[in-house]
Structure formats: structure tokens, C-alpha cells
């Protein structure tokens, strides 16, 4: 049987084409467009886009430390491990194998394979295999789906997940993460759920034995307790978590308004100056205290020879201030810079009600319209209505926003009232962070 270093050199090449998914763009325009602050939900199941890299990813989790960092930080650039499965791992002596299985009215059979633990999460690895004559997804790609883990003292719902179809699609094998599972655990009890065909759902609950001398404690785990002072608040980093899964830093808000910040900003985490790739990040509100949280999650340390831990936050929304009026006199395609940020005034016409005026702006500039208005004859006017965003593409590789602003005045605008706008501002500060490795 081949080895696990030869099943990466071998997969290296297929896997390095994955890219980032198309719809991006569109997932944070929308999310521009929603312009209230409001706070998100603390548990929400994130499912992954590319899903078999992330279940490759979580596969990894199954080294002991000084193999995991280095495939993690030499090799692991890419989901590198598409074919491989919880077996080839336990074969070489990794994670802990249930080998736990129902089986259904229908004939299909739901297996949990393995299961890895750390500070930072439960990874399982799982299979659904259906008779042969049907496939996985014949009534839709959610028909199955991973609900909970319980325990004692385990209450945990899953993170992220993803997985992979046999060819005829009768067989799939999936990954599981879920939030971290109390060591005090004896048996773990994991809810399968399915949707039938009669439109009712049907659950699934499969117990094992869990092992919790197998899990894998933290390498690193540090009281951050650092700040870094933005436009409209602070942000706060309280604590890292690294393990041989992944690293976790987590932190809260407090902002001058309520609930969380329009946007999310960028951490970039740096070890022994080499940063570290991050796969995202989730709400983790401080349920007790009602304060709005974040959780940083990062691939695994790139060395087991940490010296210095950094975190950087490169941006994060940033607020101008508006002081003086701005001309309506002379509307053209030509900028206004304000602060470092600029506006384009690019009409200014008459209507049946009064007048419009067109704004254009960066992608993630947004306007203050609470009090947005016109002077026109010497009379302050406040904005009517405002239309949705439409794309200006000036022809040069650069794409503009705008949106029309009407006023119901007779008298032509003179001048534009503004209070300010939000903006992705660059931040570049950096906290250090003291810490000890923990073997």
C-alpha cells in the first residue's frame, strides 16, 4: 500500500488547479448592500464552498504534530489528500476508529468511520452508502445531513463539512467539524438526519464509544489581551488557540453603535514572520454579556519552533467625516477626494418631482444617508428616495457604483450635504503576541 507522502506527491498536481469561487464578488456585494448593522447568529453552520478541499483539510488532522506541521506548512497549499480516506489513516496508526453503522429502511447504510479531537474541534470522517439502482443525491443534494453531537457535557453543532460522490454516486465519503467536545465525554451520540421523499425528515442517532486519550491537546494556547484602536470603536484579540487541526484566535467588538461592524476586516495571523493562511471567520457572540465576538480559524502552525506570534489587521471598516459642502455647480465624471476616498458627482437633473443626483463611489463606500441633503434656493432639502446600486465601468479595468439620489425641490441644488461615509480603511497595525509552545 502506498504511503501517505506518496498519495500527496501524487495527488499535488490535480488538486493545485482548485480556485476561488466565482461567486464571491457577488456574496460581498450583497452583503454591501445590507446596509443596517445587524448582529449574526452564533451558531450557524458555515457550509464550505470548495468542500473537498476543506474535508481534506480537516483529513490532515490526524498527524501526530511534528508530521502534521510539516505537511501543513511544506506541502499543504492546496487540498493535497483528495483520495484518501479515515482507513489509509488508521492504517498508519492515526485518530481514533469507530466503525459505527445504521442501517436504514430503505437498505442505505450511514457509517462513521473515525473521529479526531483537539481544543479547537471533533473532526469525523464518515460514509453513506445507498443500494445499488439508486444514488446519493436523488432528491436533492441535502437530503442527508449531519444535525449535532451529544454528550456529557457535549452539546456540539457542526462548523463546516464537506465530502465527495463515488463516480455512480451511490457512495459518498464526508467530514464532519464540529465545536469542541468535553474530554469528560464516554460515549458521543451523532444525529444523521434525511429528508424523505413524503416531504417529512427523518433522524438518525448513532452512538460510539469516544476515546478522549486520543484526542490531541493544544500546542499553543495564550491569553492574548490586546487592542487595536478603529474609527468607530475597538477590536479586541483575547486569546489563540493553536492545535494540529488548526488555529484559532478568538476576540469580541466594541463598537460606538450597536451589534457588529458592517464589515469584517482582515486579521492576518504571522509566525516567525511567515503568515499564516487563514480559512475565515465566524460570529462568536459572548452570549452572557450580550457582546458581539469573532473567531479567527487559521491552517495549522508552518513550525514547531515558534519564536514570535504576530497579528496584523490590515483593514477594517474606517469612517470619513464630511466638514464641508460639496459643489453641485459643475457635475462631471471627475473625482472628489475626501480624505483619502473619493466621490463622483456625475449628474445633477431636473425630474417631474424635483431633481437627481447621481453618485458614484467605490465598490465598498457607503454613503451616510441619515442625513444626506441638498441646499437648493437657500433651503435644505432631505434626500426622498435612493435607488439600488448599479455598476459604472469605466473601460479601464476599474468598476464604479452608483446610485441615484432624488430630491423634491423646484430649485436647482447648489450644494451636497454630507455627514460622512464607511469604507474599507487600512489599518496596518500589529499586535505581538508573547507566547510559549506546548508540547
Do not use: C
Not at 165 to 189: A, C, I, N, W
Not at 275 to 291: H, L, Q, T
Not at 352 to 359: E, N, R, T
Amino acid at each position: 500500500m502506498k504511503t501517505i507522502e506518496e498519495r500527496l506527491q501524487e495527488h499535488k498536481q490535480i488538486m493545485s488547479t482548485v480556485k476561488a469561487p466565482s461567486e464571491l464578488e457577488g456574496r460581498l456585494r450583497s452583503a454591501l448592500e445590507n446596509v443596517p448593522v445587524k448582529q449574526r447568529n452564533k451558531n450557524r453552520a458555515v457550509t464550505w464552498i470548495a468542500s473537498s478541499a476543506a474535508a481534506l483539510l480537516l483529513m490532515v488532522g490526524a498527524y501526530q504534530y511534528p508530521a502534521f506541521a510539516y505537511y501543513g506548512g511544506k506541502l499543504f497549499n492546496t487540498a493535497e489528500l483528495s483520495s484518501l480516506n479515515f482507513d489509509e489513516l488508521a492504517e498508519q496508526g492515526y485518530g481514533q476508529t469507530v466503525n459505527q453503522s445504521k442501517t436504514l429502511d430503505d437498505g442505505t447504510v450511514i457509517t462513521i468511520n473515525g473521529v479526531i479531537a483537539d481544543d479547537n474541534g471533533l473532526l469525523m470522517y464518515y460514509t453513506i452508502d445507498r443500494p445499488a439502482g439508486s444514488i446519493y443525491d436523488d432528491n436533492g443534494s441535502f437530503r442527508y445531513n449531519v444535525n449535532k453531537i451529544q454528550g456529557f457535557l457535549t452539546d456540539s453543532v457542526p462548523k463546516e463539512g464537506g465530502g465527495n460522490h463515488s463516480k455512480d454516486e451511490t457512495h459518498y465519503e464526508g467530514v464532519q467539524k464540529f465545536y469542541p467536545v468535553s474530554p469528560f465525554s464516554r460515549t458521543l451520540t451523532v444525529t444523521f438526519s434525511e429528508w424523505l421523499d413524503n416531504g417529512e425528515r427523518a433522524s438518525y442517532p448513532i452512538s460510539f464509544n469516544f476515546e478522549a486519550n486520543r484526542a490531541m491537546k493544544s500546542l499553543l494556547k495564550q491569553d492574548i489581551s490586546k487592542s487595536v484602536s478603529v474609527d468607530q470603536g475597538t477590536v479586541y484579540y483575547d486569546s489563540i488557540t493553536a492545535s494540529p487541526t488548526s488555529t484559532i484566535v478568538k476576540g469580541h467588538y466594541k463598537m460606538d453603535y450597536e451589534g457588529y461592524p458592517r464589515f469584517d476586516g482582515t486579521t492576518k495571523l504571522y509566525v516567525n514572520g511567515t503568515e499564516v493562511k487563514s480559512w475565515g471567520m465566524r460570529s462568536d457572540s459572548f452570549a452572557e454579556k450580550g457582546i458581539p465576538g469573532f473567531e479567527l480559524e487559521f491552517d495549522v502552525l508552518p513550525t514547531d519552533k515558534v519564536e514570535t506570534v504576530e497579528l496584523v489587521l490590515k483593514d477594517f471598516p474606517g469612517y470619513q467625516k464630511v466638514d464641508k459642502a460639496i459643489s453641485l455647480a459643475s457635475p462631471s465624471d471627475q473625482s472628489i477626494k475626501i480624505g483619502n476616498e473619493m466621490l463622483w458627482i456625475r449628474s445633477v437633473t431636473k425630474t417631474d418631482a424635483g431633481y437627481d443626483v447621481v453618485i458614484a463611489r467605490k465598490q465598498f463606500t457607503v454613503l451616510d444617508t441619515e442625513n444626506l441633503s441638498v441646499q437648493a434656493g437657500g433651503i435644505v432639502v432631505p434626500v426622498s428616495s435612493i435607488s439600488s446600486s448599479r455598476p459604472w465601468d469605466l473601460k479601464n479595468g476599474n468598476i464604479l457604483w452608483e446610485q441615484t439620489y432624488s430630491f423634491n425641490t423646484k430649485e436647482k441644488p447648489e450644494f451636497l450635504l454630507l455627514d460622512g461615509f464607511h469604507y474599507i480603511k487600512t489599518y496596518d497595525k500589529k499586535v505581538s503576541i508573547p507566547v510559549g509552545v506546548k508540547k
